[in-house]
């Protein structure tokens, strides 16, 4: 649905990502009180950690995106312990313009830990998570939503039928992505050929039903939210996208990779002990995700 572009009374203007913005103080929380009593079509979730050289293009693209579309929209920055200048950009984007909000984690937890935070504050009806290098183009987005009627979640994918690579990434991180997607396959999550690509376009009710129950706060999160839709009964559709990598990508894939296989192998432990769990509802559903979540888990930090 379109929602009508926010209008700022007349003041001073400053520029951020190359966007004219009012720098009115009052207009913009005026501007902000107004949109929070808007439903939201879109909100865009940026998890980022040390994205300053990246963080301004991804915005610029996302505004122009959502403006040409004409849609009522939020874009929520979440800082995930950087140590450049990602939460301060995020913080002047917030200040200049009443669309983006800045969400700080005060050390680095990870892009799960990231991505969880930011569920809190969304608005939106649909919520789509997407990198700051947008190795998929925001138009992407367009092939996701055909499917909103069918699916509650829906992954971007580079590994299905029609998928494009535009730039491939190096041979030792292709044959790691296999092997993880293979091992996750082995978990239960069949039909999910690429669940790593950081292209997910989430319904609020199944957001808001998965996400406070995670408890992998790194790569691996993905694997887990996934799994939780689906054991909570969600709809979740695969579709290609196009996808082009990043040299700047930070994935170390010694550390990063012996990492995702570690929370990969305790989550196997948690699906075997829920498959035990009676289960009638997605409330009880909901319930023994949230009792088990500490299986062989350190203690949660909020």
Not at 137 to 160: N, W
Request: with cysteine.
């Amino acid at each position: 649905m379109k929602g009508q572009r926010m209008r700022l009374a007349p003041g001073r203007t400053g520029a951020i990502c190359g966007i004219t913005y009012n720098r009115a103080s009052a207009a913009i929380q005026s501007a902000r009180v107004s949109m929070g009593s808007i439903p939201l079509d879109l909100s865009i979730v940026f998890p980022a950690r040390d994205e300053a050289p990246r963080l301004p293009r991804a915005l610029e693209q996302a505004t122009a995106y959502c403006r040409r579309r004409g849609l009522a929209y939020e874009i929520i920055v979440v800082d995930d312990g950087s140590r450049d200048e990602t939460k301060a950009m995020a913080q002047q984007a917030s200040r200049l313009d009443p669309a983006v909000r800045c969400v700080v984690l005060p050390e680095n937890r990870g892009k799960g830990a990231a991505v969880r935070e930011a569920m809190r504050h969304v608005s939106g009806r649909w919520i789509l998570m997407s990198d700051v290098d947008l190795s998929t183009p925001l138009t992407e987005l367009d092939r996701l939503e055909v499917h909103r009627e069918h699916a509650d979640v829906i992954i971007g994918s580079r590994a299905v039928v029609g998928s494009e690579r535009l730039i491939r990434q190096s041979s030792s991180r292709e044959w790691m992505g296999r092997g993880f997607n293979l091992a996750v396959r082995l978990l239960g999550l069949s039909g999910c050929h690429d669940t790593q690509c950081g292209f997910k376009l989430w319904s609020k009710a199944a957001a808001s039903a998965v996400f406070p129950h995670l408890t992998i706060e790194r790569f691996a999160f993905d694997v887990e939210s996934l799994w939780l839709a689906r054991t909570f009964g969600f709809r979740i559709l695969e579709v290609p996208v196009r996808w082009a990598h990043d040299a700047g990508s930070t994935v170390n894939v010694p550390v990063d990779g012996a990492r995702m296989t570690f929370d990969l192998l305790r989550l196997v432990v948690r699906a075997r002990v829920l498959q035990r769990v009676p289960s009638v509802s997605l409330t009880r559903l909901q319930t023994a995700a949230e009792d088990l979540a500490r299986v062989g888990q350190a203690p949660r930090r909020d």
